[in-house]
Nanobody, 121 residues
């Protein structure tokens, strides 16, 4: 069974920075794509950034130039460095892992429990 555990959320003033981490546990052989999504109150969950095993990245337009996604394949961990934070970035941030090969089989998608990011003005 694969589990994702996020950390690093919190309260920060506008213009500040936070770094989110997400570690996948289980007997994992490989994870194709890891990413971060967010959901603000009253809004749909949206993609923030994603990164493939080979290092290709994809960002939401709203975070380009401010957020950086990276991963450590050996540790099955993904990071999101968030700089120049704005109040509009306030949301619950969810880690996602897609197409996961494990000893017990293949998993299409797994979600973390979410971590709250609050940016004050």
């Amino acid at each position: 069974q694969v589990q994702l555990v996020e950390s690093g959320g919190g309260l920060v003033q506008a213009g500040g920075s936070l770094r989110l981490s997400c570690a996948a546990s289980g007997t994992i052989f490989s994870i194709n794509t890891m990413g971060w999504y967010r959901q603000a109150p009253g809004k749909q969950r949206e993609l923030v950034a994603a990164i493939t095993r080979g290092g290709s990245t994809n960002y939401a337009d709203s975070v380009k130039g401010r957020f950086t996604i990276s991963r450590d394949n050996a540790k099955n961990t993904v990071f999101l460095q968030m700089n120049s934070l704005k109040p509009d970035d306030t949301a619950a941030y969810y880690c996602n892992a897609a197409r996961i090969a494990t000893r017990d089989g293949f998993h299409l998608e797994v979600w973390g429990q979410g971590t709250l990011v609050t940016v004050s003005s």
